[in-house]
């Protein structure tokens, strides 16, 4: 979804609005010195420039073409400033402020200013002197404080985005002059309140991001006055009530987003209305009633996200003309009682099917193999084997079948060598871990979950070059060791071998787990004491030692002298912070 709206966005911005238009053919003039001094006032306000592009800003012609980001009219007047961190190095930025002198820039019809994350402090109320400015970017900086009211009032603004800020308080109404405007993104903010109803006069708007927000109230009527709009993404916001039937005229839209808000009330028929519509997400409402049949007129639906609602049976029944476009499909965690999947559903050639906690029974439903690449038939009531069904699924990458009531041999399971992820979370899984973790397992694997099973015998030992990230083996009856090989998964963000009979030692090596965050070795049979080396890893957030056999002085740096004691209960003879201190040795004052 992230990557469709992004070039979504580029599109709009590139090909339709210029915003980066060539350098006329011309020759240009010297570089005004009004200009000149303007843009070395911005430049003076940036106390740290990793990206460079500022070192090339010397000499007094700053329209010779050597000043990086700047471009001039014929007449020598600065008309373009875009200064955007290189897309593949994220380690780059700007530091700094944003200077009043870019108001001074009064020939301005470019400003891009973009990916710098440590340009701090207001937007300067003196843009709003560039009356002639047609795009304004300044996304992802950390810019701070209210949208100046006065950026309503260049007359012939195009692009407005301020999204990826720090930016506060209520939308300015003054916005609402810009007539002109074909893309307003404030995404990514803690802008607060209403959408003001001066919005309606957008009557040009072809994309329109108000996304993870704190926008309340509801979603307007006058947005069906929007006849041009193909995008748009009102998510992660707090909008209640009904959505207005207008929202289903808009002919011309492509995707829309209005998941994780608190909408209610059903989803009328005239949804079949978006003869245009590629992407719908309503997720995380709380929307209620039948999925309306008339979903099944639109012909260019890829994606359809439902779940998390309390939409109720009955499921419509589509033809196999039906949304023909479908790729990807997710109604988890509704009030539906499936019992099997849809033939609808079963029978495309979908790339992702979510179906968690749809009331599914009986044996795992057969799909078409050849292009499934993300399974989620969590929290169901499905039975039986699982070993054989993946073996022809050569694109399948994530597999998520938790808390079900599968019951078979581990060692049995055929895998494609593309899966990323295995979650077989509390089911009734017995055999080896053995089976998945060897020699012969995928580089391309990041997350194995078979915790809450019936699982034996040990951990294997770990080879080189292997992905994961997550290695979660607890609540079942594994037995053995930690072995010291553990740290070649270097990968690794997250351990738990919690509720198993494991004995030994924890391994020293563990300590070269540098990205380990969650780390859980509790209710099991561990003897000696808690490694020193354990103190590299300077990312761990949680960690438990809990009911075990350790004793000695818990490592006596951060985190681990600063957990509560809870994470230490029942041992042997764990001492130092937070338990009492060790024998012989007076604990030291925290500093």
């Not at 599109?11 to 570089?31: G, N, R």
Request: net charge positive; proline share 6%.
């Amino acid at each position: 979804m992230q990557i469709l709206r992004w070039v979504l966005k580029v599109f709009v911005i590139c090909s339709m609005l210029e915003v980066f238009p060539l350098a006329s053919p011309q020759a240009t003039a010297s570089c005004s010195e009004a200009d000149r001094a303007a843009l070395l006032g911005f430049k003076a306000r940036i106390l740290k420039d990793s990206t460079e592009s500022l070192s090339s800003w010397i000499g007094r012609d700053c329209c010779g073409g050597d000043w990086e980001g700047v471009e001039c009219n014929p007449a020598g007047r600065v008309n373009t400033l875009a200064l955007q961190r290189p897309v593949r190095d994220s380690t780059l930025y700007m530091k700094g402020t944003l200077s009043s002198s870019l108001g001074n820039l009064q020939f301005l019809e470019v400003l891009v200013i973009s990916g710098m994350k440590l340009i701090t402090g207001p937007i300067p109320v003196s843009l709003s002197n560039l009356n002639r400015l047609k795009q304004l970017v300044l996304e992802d900086n950390g810019l701070q404080g209210n949208i100046p009211s006065g950026l309503g009032h260049l007359p012939f603004l195009q692009t407005l985005s301020l999204a990826g800020n720090h930016l506060s308080g209520a939308v300015p109404p003054s916005l609402g002059n810009l007539g002109n405007l074909v893309l307003l993104n404030l995404g990514r903010n803690s802008l607060t309140g209403p959408i003001p109803s001066s919005f309606k006069t957008l009557v040009h708007l072809q994309s329109f991001d108000l996304s993870f927000n704190l926008f309340s109230g509801s979603v307007p009527e006058f947005l069906g006055q929007f006849h041009n709009i193909t995008f748009i993404d009102l998510s992660n916001n707090q909008f209640s009530g009904h959505l207005p039937v207008s929202v289903f005229s808009m002919v011309t839209l492509s995707d829309l987003s209005l998941s994780h808000n608190q909408l209610t009330g059903s989803i009328p028929d005239q949804v079949g209305n978006l003869k245009s519509l590629n992407s719908l997400s309503l997720s995380h409402n709380k929307f209620v009633g039948p999925i309306p049949a008339s979903i099944s007129r639109l012909q260019k639906l890829w994606s359809l996200n439902l779940s998390r609602n309390g939409f109720s049976n009955p499921l419509p029944a589509i033809s196999s003309k039906g949304v023909p476009s479908l790729l990807s499909i997710d109604l988890s965690f509704n009030n539906l009682s499936l019992g099997t999947v849809p033939n609808w559903i079963m029978d495309r050639p979908l790339s992702d099917v979510n179906l968690a906690g749809c009331k599914l029974r009986g044996a795992f439903p057969k799909f078409r193999p050849d292009s499934l690449s993300s399974i989620d038939l969590s929290d169901n009531f499905l039975t039986g084997s699982i070993s054989t069904y993946f073996t022809n699924m050569t694109s399948l990458q994530k597999l998520k079948l938790s808390n079900n009531q599968l019951k078979f041999d581990l060692s049995e399971l055929v895998m494609p060598d593309g899966i990323s992820t295995i979650d077989l979370r509390s089911n009734q899984v017995f055999g080896s871990l053995s089976s998945v973790l060897n020699n012969r397992t995928s580089s391309f694997l990041e997350v194995i979950d078979v915790s809450n099973n019936l699982i034996l015998g040990t951990i294997p030992e770990f080879t080189e070059g292997l992905s994961l990230k997550v290695l979660n083996i607890g609540s079942n009856k594994i037995a053995g060791r930690v072995p010291g090989s553990i740290s070649n998964l270097a990968e690794l963000e997250r351990l738990d071998v919690s509720r198993n009979q494991i004995t030994g030692t924890i391994p020293t090596s563990l300590g070269q787990l540098v990205k380990l965050q969650w780390l859980d070795v509790s209710i099991n049979r561990l003897t000696g004491s808690i490694p020193s080396s354990l103190l590299g890893i300077k990312s761990m957030r949680h960690a438990n030692f809990r009911a075990n056999r350790l004793c000695g002085e818990i490592p006596q740096g951060r985190p681990y002298n600063i957990f509560p004691a809870s994470t230490y209960a029942y041992n042997l003879c764990l001492c130092g912070k937070p338990l009492q201190p060790c024998k012989g040795k007076k604990q030291e004052m925290e500093q």
